[in-house]
């Protein structure tokens, strides 16, 4: 994480400082912690410090934008234990993986107007829905079972937008993510906290 | 211009580096930390939940590990005396006595053991005769030669198993029970190590003493009345 960090303010101490101006388009890259709940806990207890969000926001008013985005968290847990199977048991290692690529539509709100060049910091609310991809892998010694589905799901998020200087954006958010039971597998839901560099227009 | 381009350079390169690291992150391989051949042996046991376990009291078992395959495979019989003298304890410790003349006395039921020479699919029946046709303790319950085992209903499991190389498989099969219209002889309880016999020959006889150990205790429902 350090050298993430020092890339960050590296990328804003170089910059100059503009004029103020209202933002049209704002293109977010973060990098994401995942820490799963619920069914997706049961499966895999672990968090993930394997993600990333790329996400374009276009403002349709100075306080409001509205966006796509697409994510990448990656959960794995090695386990050994004795599990129930169909009129047996079975006894050995497990390695478990699971791949969750949410593709969203998301609109925010900030609580004050994010120009560019300014010094104040905004916070901001936002609720994305769409497709996620998610695939399970289960690895048993040399055995492996994988099952691949398509949910629907949403994500609300709260976070804070720091216009740095010129152009330049950090945003630093949190939210979380639920996708509905699709081919007999989950419902998947885990937190996430992200922190990434924005560039505006 | 320039600190306009200076800008933008530096956002790119911030975000170019941010996807690198991201990407990195996210490539390299998901380390299970499981590395040595035994972190791979499984033990797997099935069971027919309609036999009634408490009720069996004597069994028979030929004095011979079976090679489950097209030929006898690189496995020389090393290991036989072990795995026999394992379950036989085993069985023991569950309260089955072995009964040492079948042929003349028979017994509940028949316990098999055998090593896959190849990567062994295993359906929900199969032949049974080529590997132990052999045994003189078949002349008690006549010829069921043309016969084939079959495994437990398992709701879920497929249509087969698939053992890879070295795998020792155990089964229990109750030839009392034979379905003459069928032609089947029902397999209640089944266990397969799989690739126990693979890797180095340091430590294969703790695996296999610890495989069949484990087999037993995840099928607590062996047990004598």
Known sequence: MRPLVAILLLAVLVTAAPAQLARDYTGVLSYSIAMPTGDTNEFISNSSFRGLEIEGRRFIKPNLSWSLSWQWNTFNEAT???????????????????????????????????TMGSKTAVPFVGLGAGAYWVRETLEFGVLAVEETNWHFGFSPEAGILIPTVGTNDLVLSAGYHYAFESGGRGPHSYWTIKLGVGYSS | MRPQLLRLSSTIGAAALIIAAALVLCSCGLDSGFNSIADFDVVVTIYDDEADFGAIQTYAMPDSVARLGEDEGDFDRTYDRLILDELAANLEAAGYVREEDPEANGADVVVLAGVTSADWHVWISYPWYDYWGWYSGWGYWGDYSGYNYYYPPCPGCGGSYT?????????????????????????????????????STAGIGSRITGGIEQAFVQSPYLEAD
């Open chain 1, 80 to 114: 050994s234990g004795t599990f129930e199977i169909p009129n047996g048991h079975i006894t050995g290692n497990q390695h478990r993986i699971l791949y969750s690529w949410p593709f969203l539509a998301k609109a925010h709100y900030y609580f004050g107007e994010p």
């Open chain 2, 163 to 199: 053992y890879t190389t070295g795998s020792l498989l155990v089964t229990m099969e109750d030839r009392n029970a034979a379905d003459e219209d069928e032609e089947t002889i029902p397999i209640i309880w089944a266990a397969g190590m799989n690739g126990l016999l693979e890797g």
